[in-house]
Nanobody, 118 residues
Framework: QVQLVESGGGLVQPGGSLRLSCAAS????????MSWYRQAPGKERELVAS?????????NYADSVKGRFTISRDNSKNTLYLQMNSLKPEDTAMYYC??????????WGQGTQVTVSS
């Protein structure tokens, strides 16, 4: 069965960095587009970044993270990454990995908490 397991979250000071990982299994990772979403308390889940299937040559970012976050994938390790630099308190949220199987079928991980605070 499809499994997505996020890791790498934690507490970091403003201006710091974190790298999130999402280990995928149960499907052919390289064939599917992947995304990172986040949800802060009391807010809707929002798209942070997405990457195309294959070599990941096409990426997309929310305006709020452009220039600070980088999404990437390692198909040999079936792993999705999110490098987060220059973190701000407003980046505090639960971060989720999502795999897009088809337009109507997506799978989610359980999430990893990121807290940016001094």
């Amino acid at each position: 069965q499809v499994q997505l397991v996020e890791s790498g979250g934690g507490l970091v000071q403003p201006g710091g960095s974190l790298r999130l990982s999402c280990a995928a299994s149960g499907f052919t990772f390289s064939l599917h587009a992947m995304s990172w979403y986040r949800q802060a308390p009391g807010k809707e889940r929002e798209l942070v970044a997405s990457i195309s299937s294959g070599s990941g040559g096409s990426t997309n970012y929310a305006d709020s993270v452009k220039g600070r976050f980088t999404i990437s994938r390692d198909n040999s390790k079936n792993t999705l990454y999110l490098q987060m630099n220059s973190l701000k308190p407003e980046d505090t949220a639960m971060y989720y990995c999502r795999a897009t199987m088809t337009i109507a079928l997506r799978y989610w991980g359980q999430g990893t908490q990121v807290t940016v605070s001094s």
